[in-house]
């Protein structure tokens, strides 16, 4: 059986996702972003923007020089699209196909609604009137539970999105405006491709992970154990993937074939990134994988209490080389044009200077991609 070490396991994914050496990366224009998209296959989008959105932090920390107004052209271009799998997703328009049971799911559904009236008026504005934003539907209803719940007019939009009948490009200040797609609503749809839609999600997971456990490949998406199972044996009776040993750890892990040669090749490079990574993304998104790997207990405390909170709001962990060398809190103040660091936690006492050095050229990057004027400093650094 094939055998590697963590320090190897953690390389690969680190190359799989474009962070290994990140000054190889050349998101020069629209394009780049959707070359990177298009190898990962997914970016998870969020709606806090406490620095900078979520997808926006994922290709920044690949690339210093991205900007923004690239995923907004490539939303015009129609060349990305929105999904919900594990949560809300920004995915390149290659793999539209392979989501046929998706939408054909959540189209069903919609077909047998009681309210099946109302969900086709609000198909027939956003088709009259698109682009369409939300707050333009008519004869629309206040929501009759919490503030942050939708409305009826609203909950049909997401339902004929979810069936893929309509879709969501963003403008400017990234609020939605809703278009009809090429599918027709009274289509009949069948759910006879579900193995491939697995096939497809299991594909996109080794693509980020590069080696890991039937666990790990089930959690990526929220699989079915079962279906997670048949696709590993599938795959190994194909030879597609193989079993490998990793150090230390008894359970089985697995690799794909084509990803082998890519473990002695990597052995010999050395990790470059100085960067941060957003809470949501790719690389640390599995957190119990983050602690295998980097031996760092990471969550997103923002929707904790504050005397609860360990590392901050909105903490981002600090990738400088092959390690996690500790993790800072921001805030994007836009009215005073300032870069505040609310705290800053290291793992490392004995690297501070050189990993404090290495953190302020971060955050310098940063201070001009978020259009920022100024950094604060912290009033003091918290070491573990």
């Not at 839609?197 to 890991?212: R, S, V």
């Not at 990597?266 to 640390?284: Q, R, Y």
């Amino acid at each position: 059986m094939l055998t590697t070490t963590r320090a190897q396991m953690k390389r690969l994914q680190l190359h799989q996702q474009g962070l290994l050496q990140p000054h190889l990366n050349h998101y020069q224009d629209a394009n780049g972003v959707l070359h990177a998209l298009n190898r990962l296959g997914y970016v998870q989008l969020d709606t806090m923007n406490v620095l900078s959105r979520s997808q926006d932090l994922f290709f920044w920390s690949r690339d210093h020089r991205y900007q923004r107004e690239w995923l907004l052209e490539l939303y015009e271009q129609q060349s990305i699209f929105e999904v919900y799998l594990f949560a809300l997703c920004l995915l390149p328009a290659s793999s539209y196909e392979h989501l046929h049971h998706y939408f054909a799911h959540h189209h069903l559904k919609i077909m047998n609604q009681p309210k099946l009236d109302f969900i086709l008026n609000i198909y027939e504005q956003v088709q009259l009137n698109q682009p369409l934003r939300s707050r333009d539907i008519e004869h629309d209803q206040p929501s009759s539970g919490a503030t942050w719940s939708m409305t009826p007019a609203r909950r049909a939009l997401d339902q004929l999105w979810r069936a893929g009948l309509i879709k969501v490009s963003r403008d400017h200040h990234f609020n939605k405006l809703y278009t009809i797609t090429d599918q027709n609503i009274e289509e009949h749809r069948t759910l006879e491709h579900e193995p491939t839609l697995n096939t497809y999600l299991l594909d996109l997971t080794f693509e980020n992970l590069g080696i890991a456990t039937l666990k790990e490949l089930k959690a990526c998406f929220n699989l079915n154990k079962t279906a997670v199972s048949e696709y590993i044996q599938q795959q190994l009776e194909q030879g597609n993937i193989q079993q490998i040993q990793v150090e230390d750890w008894a359970e089985e892990h697995f690799i794909r074939t084509q990803d082998i040669p890519l473990l002695s090749t990597l052995e010999k490079l050395e990790g470059s990134a100085a960067t941060l990574l957003s809470p949501f993304d790719n690389m640390i998104r599995d957190r119990s994988r983050l602690l295998k790997l980097f031996d760092v207990n990471y969550k997103l405390e923002s929707y904790m209490p504050k005397e609860q909170r360990q590392y901050g709001y909105f903490a981002m962990p600090i990738l400088i080389g092959e390690q996690i060398m500790g993790v800072i809190d921001l805030k994007n103040d836009r009215q005073r044009r300032e870069l505040q660091v609310q705290k800053l936690t290291l793992f490392d006492s004995a690297q501070a200077v050189e990993h404090k050095r290495q953190i302020e050229s971060i955050l310098q990057n940063l201070c001009v991609f978020v259009e920022a004027e100024q950094i604060i400093p912290a009033q003091e650094i918290t070491y573990l």
